[in-house]
């Protein structure tokens, strides 16, 4: 396949991560869209890495598995400190610090 | 290949002051671990923090501030990084003071609180030094991700639960249309070097046409996404608006360092990044010009002009404190975003005065901010009603950072703004000057406005009579630091030739 | 002055490091007693606020007398000490550095401030301890606070610095005035003296501003390079906070004079050709050089040290003026007094002579310069129109009467126009309106200082019209005799003011005459140091005031150079001199008749004072202190006698005194603090007439004049009278104030004569008219505030009925258009000018509720501010 087909499915990718993380309200769908964001970065990189022909865009790859791995594990303790303390997981009922 | 790892290995001996944080961070949990039963666990533990940033300060004093670059080009050593390094070192140190005192961080977990820090303070000298993508990236996200469990770091308090929640999906939100940014900006040119962008954006720049149009979208986009992460650090509008919120929910000696130690970090790598990769070599004038006709500067300074006024405007009707200084230190972004404005010699040497200035006053205001809340446990303007009369040296350190953060002379406020506002009128003169008149004109409205909301505190705090009688008794470390602080602002009020030299000494930043 | 008729050089710079100490002191205790002032007052440490705020000054006197030994030391032409700390700022060419500089000028009015400062300080110790305002540290603290910001003004070496002290002097005299803020009336005179000395400040910065305009033409006339050269990368910038003068002299390209000077002098005739020319056209050939200004300063510096070691070696003396210019004066933009003095004095840089002939609307603008900067001094030094704010200003309590509104804020003006005497005498007729207005301002004050009955109002009055004998003397060019009479004022009227402060304490804070007399019986220290300053103010041979006055009105006779519109007025010099004999006169008569009704006759307090004392603010406060008369006397053992006077005292001089008063309110001596201040001032009153002893006497010209001559070099061409002249008319003054005397002795002796009651009644209308100070206050009311009040009260009602109306009607016009519409109605009703402030809290209301709290609204803004920024980049072109 031709690097631009990955690069255009990488920004479908990135458009339904960035728009789900804007409409959905469970925070852990939420999470999953930035996931998705991220993924679809990691993918573009690769694709680019390919047509550039050096490693780099491989190499952040490796880092950005480590860090989203590590962004899920403290956003998922966040989630679980609110859930704590408020009992949901809609992420508009946690508005109370505003204006 | 052993060249390259000849070169990591030389590398190190740049790299001490960040291996000590680095180890030091790793020390610190352990030590909270061992510490357990230690009755004077708190006390040790700040001393082991102090210790490490001591330390690290030795290190980084000892060290050449000759421009080198470090891990084959991943990471600078200059004097601009050195000169960024000092102010978060100094952050780190004065939170590391505040919390030792306060009982914002309770005992049990006090340890883990330092350890953390330590960490972030790496981070932005990562940040201050990158100059490569890569390093961009995780530099931002380990001052980020840490900073999102600090935020959050009483699990049981709901509005610092609430805080977390938001700056954790607003901060991965923008860096991960950073990274995508990123990824594009590899695509267009091929590398993840900064220091080599400039001659090949100017390549690019050169094709004409519709490739040519296409091309000019992409990098521009590509920019802007990366721009979503230095802008949501440095809290510049449009990426401001996680800012009042977590500044709020946050425990206050940690949004006091969020407020000076990232913002700083933040604007350091964005002078590294602008200027070195999207503007011309510095002319004799000490000026220098955006490169591939794409007018940074301009939007820049349009970013700068919306951010101070939507700051200041916003900053008007708040009653909370802590949210009135979140939105200040918006509109305080947008001041310094003048100097980025200017792609100057003096700009830049604008921002970094800036930064160290904002450093103490901004500090000094959130300490009397938890002064008070210790007293009253409130945060409410109201509760200032009357404090010359509760605690006169509270009050009247606090008017001297009010004042220093308007500009008014003779505080260090007005020497920093002095510097900012005379790099964009010294551009005034030169092509498109009407455009960084009015940007000069804006400010200074904007300085004009931030004092009626700054007026609005002192008011309370010296005419008007006390509405609650709790006894304000600052602890001595506490009185000591805000003395010391008042002090410092009066002193770089008058006697500014010390940061002066020492910020143009640290202008000089490794190129390509 | 004449002989001064030499070539002028520049003036050399001797360095002193240790001069900003002087102005360091008073600013440490001002600080000590604001942070840590209400402690000590609530600890019980009362007299430490005084020990710190007395010792701050003691030690800045004795630094500036080390100043004066040192500068004693030096050869007349070298008394110019400078130490310059470091960068302010540095715009463009102009740097303004933070700096000090005395010459003897400066030495002269520094050792007033700090000496009598010291001795006012001590004085404020007895006098304030007992105050109910109870903010004994406040006190301190403005005063201290003032000494430094008048060292400030008085050392500061250039504009900028002069005018932060000029400011701060302002606002501390308002603070002072004001110092009891629960009264309404003296906050009001506080405000009074802000408002009319804003007034001043303008005509000051309008001087400025001409005089600036000015020089900028002749600077860009003699400056033949191009613009500013700019070199800054990042590394050596220009905006440097270089603290040295090299670097800041490298900083601003200026031109050496040498280019002028060297081509002259090889046309001319003698051939020497000294070594320091062969480098002038080696440098004239580069100009180049210009560009690179850390080059350019080395060979000057070079020059300059030439200059001063190996002169002597070729230097004949009609060189050593080139010589001089050649090698140190820079012209160019400067805010530094002795730059810009050395750039219009002397004459090779061409600038005075480009500045005399330079017009604004058709008038010289010397003369206007001259006039507005004597605007400003007019506001700081009381002179007519603006001295109303003087006479109010005696609210303040009494040692800063005399501190501020005698010895040396209000001496201000007279300082910066002796400053500024090479600009002043460049233009006879701004020196003929200077010597003008001193000289109506003389006669007019002192008229009212007849009939007053406030022995401070009386005192308040006399300064003014002495102040105006003062601007007689920088007016007509005898600037040596203008500071000397403001040396010996600043001793007889701290004198008198202090002693006043003594019979007001003595007689239980009253202030009407009427109600005092017979004092010396009770205060015979306060009575013979008051009659010596009445003395030296009425200008008896033994005491100092003659020499001062007695050398202005000399002068003022004997000069012909004076005009008015341009043209030489020769009549105003004599003119001059008989009002100004007249208000000499009328001066001895209305000091004399306080004098007499103060401390002749019999007491006449005591009776009807418990009314007086029910009005008076002071009194009704201070009677809890007498329920417990001993309280503070453990707390604070430093002026053991300080606190027997006031409310403390009047059982035990009930006692004493048991006929008098009945009830105990017989007036007392002040304690030692008092006094001994007296004394000294009294001392100094009759010992400064040994600096002024005229030449006619001694041969030889007077100490102060000699002393005073490097730092006033300007030459004024005074008509040469015989001796035997002065000897009439030294005389001619004795006989002024002997006839004051005379007239006041008979009339108010003891206090016997019915004459001025019957005099009063038959001149009951000039009476009135003088008494109340010939209305001007209310002139003031009826020119000034009531035509703004009407104005603004005419503005409310334009806004009211007139913008309301257009407002309600466009109102009404939106509504119909655009139905009816509560949310247009609100915005359009609020008028024009709280549209503004509206908008911009409504702005903030309104962003504020975008932060909605929900993180998903963030991201939206996010997202639509992302896109926008990229649009952005495409709009701009």
Redesign the interface.
Same mark, same amino acid.
């Not at chain 1, 946690?94 to 204006?99: G, H, Q, Y």
């Not at chain 2, 405007?313 to 708040?318: K, R």
């Given at each position: 396949m031709d690097a631009n087909q990955y690069i255009a499915l990488a920004a479908f990718l990135f458009g339904i991560g960035?728009v789900g @993380?804007? @409409?959905k309200r469970n925070m852990l769908v939420v999470f999953m869209c930035i996931e998705l964001m991220l993924n679809a970065a990691n993918l573009t990189f690769l694709a680019f890495a390919r047509r550039a022909g050096n490693m780099n865009g491989h190499a952040i790859a490796f880092f950005v598995i480590a860090v989203a791995a590590a962004e899920a594990a403290v956003g998922l303790a966040i989630v679980i400190a609110v859930f704590r303390t408020r009992g949901t997981l809609n992420?508009?009922e @946690?508005?109370?610090?505003?204006? | 290949m052993e060249q390259l790892i000849g070169n990591n290995l030389a590398s190190v001996a740049g790299f001490r002051p960040e291996l000590v944080l680095t180890f030091g961070s790793i020390a610190l949990l352990v030590l909270d671990l061992v510490l357990r039963r230690s009755r004077s666990r708190r006390a040790l533990l700040a001393g082991a923090a102090v210790i490490v940033l001591g330390l690290a300060a030795v290190l980084l004093a000892a060290q050449s501030t000759a421009s080198t670059p470090l891990f084959n080009g991943m990471i600078a050593s200059d004097a601009f990084a050195t000169f960024f390094k000092w102010i978060f070192l100094a952050a780190g140190f004065l939170t590391v003071l505040i919390v030792a005192q306060g009982d914002d961080y309770p005992s049990p977990r006090v340890g883990e609180f330092y350890g953390l820090l330590l960490a972030v303070v790496l981070g932005m000298f990562l940040m201050a030094s990158a100059t490569n993508l890569l390093t961009i990236y995780m530099s931002i996200e380990l001052v980020s991700m840490v900073s999102y469990v600090l935020a959050g770091f009483r699990k049981s308090d709901r509005k610092a639960a609430e805080a977390s929640?938001?700056y954790v999906?607003?901060g991965s939100?923008?860096s991960g249309?950073m990274l995508f940014g990123m990824s594009y900006l590899y695509g267009l040119l091929g590398t993840f070097d900064v220091l080599a962008f400039a001659p090949k954006i100017a390549e690019l720049s050169a094709t004409t046409g519709a490739a040519g149009a296409a091309t000019k979208l992409a990098l521009?986009?590509a920019v802007?996404?990366v *721009? *979503?992460g230095v802008g949501?650090k440095i809290a510049s509008?449009?990426?401001h +608006?996680?800012c009042?919120?977590v500044y709020e929910g946050a425990p206050t000696p940690f949004t006091a360092f969020l407020s000076v130690g990232p913002k700083a970090a933040g604007f350091a790598l964005a002078l590294r990044f602008f200027l070195g990769s999207f503007a011309g070599p +510095?002319g004799?004038?000490?000026m220098a010009e955006s490169i591939a006709g794409?007018?940074w500067p301009? $939007?820049i300074g349009?970013?700068s002009a919306v951010t101070m006024t939507?700051g200041n405007?916003?900053? !008007?009707?708040?009653t909370n404190l802590k949210r009135l200084l979140a939105y200040s230190s918006i509109a305080h972004a947008g001041y310094t975003l003048m100097g980025l404005a200017t792609l100057s010699?003096?700009g830049?040497?604008g921002v970094m005065i800036y930064m160290l200035i904002y450093l103490v006053m901004n500090l000094g205001a959130f300490l009397v901010v938890i002064v008070v809340a210790e007293a009253t446990g409130s945060e409410s303007i109201f509760d200032y009603s009357g404090l010359v009369h509760r605690h006169?040296?509270a009050a009247i350190a606090f008017g001297i950072f009010l004042f220093s953060l308007t500009g008014l002379p003779p505080f260090a406020g007005f020497t920093g703004k002095?510097?900012l506002f005379?790099a964009v009128i010294e551009r005034a003169s030169g092509p498109a000057g009407f455009w960084y008149g009015a940007l000069a004109v804006v400010g200074a409205l904007n300085t004009a $406005?931030s004092l009626?909301y700054y007026a609005r505190i002192i008011r309370a705090m010296f005419l008007e009579a006390p509405h609650v009688t709790d006894r304000v008794a600052p602890k001595l470390g506490y009185q000591l630091m805000l003395g010391a602080f008042s002090a410092a602002i009066l002193v770089f009020g008058?006697?500014?030739?010390? !940061? $002066?030299?020492w910020s143009?000494?640290s +202008?000089? +930043?490794l190129r390509g | 002055m004449e002989h001064a008729s030499h070539a002028l050089g520049p003036v050399l710079v001797e360095h002193a490091s240790y001069l900003w100490l002087v102005p360091l002191f008073p600013l440490l205790g001002a600080l000590v007693n604001v942070?840590f002032g209400?402690r000590f007052e609530r600890s019980g440490k009362k007299s430490l606020v005084h020990v710190v705020a007395v010792g701050a000054m003691a030690l800045s006197f004795l630094t500036a007398a080390y100043a004066f030994v040192q500068m004693l030391h030096l050869p007349a032409e070298r008394r110019f000490l400078q130490n310059t700390?470091?960068?302010?700022?540095s715009a463009g060419r102009v740097t303004v550095d933070?700096a000090f500089a005395l010459d003897p000028l400066s030495m002269m009015m520094v050792l007033i401030i700090t000496f009598i400062g010291t001795l006012i300080h001590l004085f404020s110790v007895g006098y304030m301890w007992e105050d109910e305002a109870k903010a004994y540290w406040r006190f301190f603290a403005w005063l201290n606070l003032f000494v430094f910001s008048m060292l400030l003004l008085v050392m500061g070496d250039n504009f900028v610095l002069m005018f932060f002290g000029w400011e701060g002097v302002g606002l501390c005299s308002y603070g002072l005035i004001a110092f009891y803020y629960t009264d309404r009336e003296k906050a009001a005179a506080g405000m009074k003296a802000f408002v009319v000395n804003r007034f001043g400040d303008f005509g000051f910065l309008a001087g400025l501003f001409l005089l600036f305009w000015g020089l900028g033409g002749a600077w860009a006339a003699s400056c033949h390079t191009g613009g500013p050269s700019?070199?800054?990368? =990042?590394?050596?910038?220009s905006?440097?906070?270089?603290?040295d003068a090299a670097a800041s002299l490298a900083l601003a390209p200026r031109v050496s004079l040498r280019e002028h000077a060297a081509p002259a002098k090889h046309g001319a005739p003698a051939g020497h050709a000294a070594p320091a020319e062969h480098a002038a056209p080696a440098e004239h050939a580069a100009p180049a050089e210009h560009a690179a200004p850390a080059e350019h300063a080395v060979p000057a510096e070079h020059g300059a040290a030439a200059e001063h070691g190996t002169a002597p070696g070729h230097a004949t003396a009609s060189a050593k003026g080139e010589h001089g210019v050649g090698a140190q004066v820079m012209v160019g933009p400067t805010l530094n007094f002795r730059e810009l003095r050395d750039q219009v004095v002397i004459e090779e840089t061409g600038i005075a002579e480009h500045l005399k002939d330079q017009r604004v609307w058709g008038v010289a603008l010397l003369a206007l310069v001259g006039i507005f900067l004597f605007v400003g001094a007019m506001g700081k030094s009381a002179q007519l129109p603006l001295y109303v704010w003087l006479p109010d200003a005696m609210a303040g309590p009494t040692p800063v009467s005399a501190l501020i509104h005698a010895a040396t804020m209000v001496t201000a003006g007279v300082y910066m126009v002796a400053r500024l005497n090479f600009i002043f005498a460049l233009s006879p007729s701004a020196m003929g309106w200077v010597a003008l207005i001193g000289t109506l301002t003389a006669v007019f004050a002192a008229s009212i200082g007849f009939f007053q009955y406030d022995i401070k109002k009386v005192l308040a009055y006399s300064t003014v019209s002495q102040l105006g004998f003062m601007f007689i003397g920088v007016g007509v060019g005898v600037y040596w005799a203008g500071a000397y009479h403001l040396l010996t004022h600043a001793f007889f009227k701290a004198c008198l003011f202090l002693g006043s402060g003594s019979v007001i304490l003595g007689c239980h804070h009253e202030q009407d005459m009427r109600k005092m007399g017979g004092l010396k019986k009770y205060m015979p220290i306060t009575r013979w140091t008051y009659l010596i300053a009445c003395w030296a103010i009425a200008g008896f041979p033994w005491a100092a005031g003659f020499y001062s006055k007695d050398e202005i009105l000399w002068k003022a006779f004997t000069s012909e150079h004076l005009a008015l519109f341009g043209t030489a007025t020769p009549w105003l010099g004599p003119a001059i001199y008989i009002a100004g004999l007249l208000a000499a006169t009328g001066t001895s008569f209305y000091m004399f008749r306080s004098y007499f009704m103060t401390f002749t006759g019999e007491y006449r307090g005591g009776q009807g004072h418990g009314h007086e004392h029910g009005e008076d603010p002071h009194a009704s406060v201070a009677a809890p202190h007498h329920a417990d008369p001993h309280g503070h006397h453990d707390a604070h053992p430093a002026p053991d006698p300080a606190p027997a006077h006031g409310a403390h005292g009047h059982d035990a001089h009930g006692q004493a005194h048991g006929g008098h008063g009945g009830h105990g309110h017989t007036p007392h001596e002040s304690p030692w603090t008092i006094t001994l201040v007296l004394v000294v001032l009294a001392a100094g009153a009759v010992l400064c007439s040994l600096l002024g002893l005229p030449a006619a006497w001694t041969g030889h010209e007077p100490l102060l004049e000699q002393w005073l001559s490097p730092a006033l070099t300007a030459e004024v061409p005074f008509v040469h009278k015989p001796h035997a002249l002065e000897f009439v008319f030294q005389a001619l003054g004795v006989g002024a104030g002997a006839i004051g005397f005379v007239f006041a002795w008979v009339l108010y002796k003891d206090n016997k004569s019915k004459v001025p009651a019957a005099l009063k009644e038959k001149f009951l209308g000039v009476w009135t008219v003088v008494y109340n100070k010939y209305y001007v206050d209310e002139l003031y009311d009826l020119v000034v505030i009531r035509p703004s009040l009407a104005w603004s009260r005419a503005l409310s009602w334009f806004d009211g009925h007139i913008i309301d109306w257009l407002v309600n009607f466009a109102g009404s016009v939106a509504r119909g258009f655009a139905g009816i519409d509560g949310w247009i109605d609100k915005h359009f009703v609020d008028g024009a000018v709280n549209a503004v402030a509206t908008l911009?809290?409504e702005?903030? %209301?309104t962003? %504020? %509720?975008?932060?909605?709290? %929900?993180?998903?609204?963030?991201?939206?803004?996010?997202?639509?501010?992302?896109l926008?920024?990229?649009l952005?980049?495409?709009l701009? =072109?």
């Open positions: 960035l @993380v804007v @409409v992420v508009d @946690v508005a109370s610090l505003r204006n | 929640l938001k999906i607003y939100v923008a249309v521009v986009v802007v996404f *721009s *979503s949501y509008v449009p990426w +608006m996680w009042p919120d +510095m004799a004038n000490g794409i007018p301009a $939007v349009v970013l939507l405007l916003t900053a !008007i009707a708040q010699a003096l830049m040497q006169p040296l002095w510097y005379y $406005v009626y008058i006697w500014w030739a010390p !940061i $002066v030299e143009q000494r +202008m000089v +930043m | 942070l209400w700390l470091w960068n302010l700022f933070l700019y070199q800054a990368t =990042p590394g050596m910038h905006l440097a906070g270089a603290s911009t809290i702005g903030g %209301r962003l %504020r %509720r975008v932060q909605t709290g %929900r993180i998903q609204t963030y991201l939206y803004g996010a997202l639509a501010g992302g926008a920024v990229i952005l980049n495409f701009i =072109p």
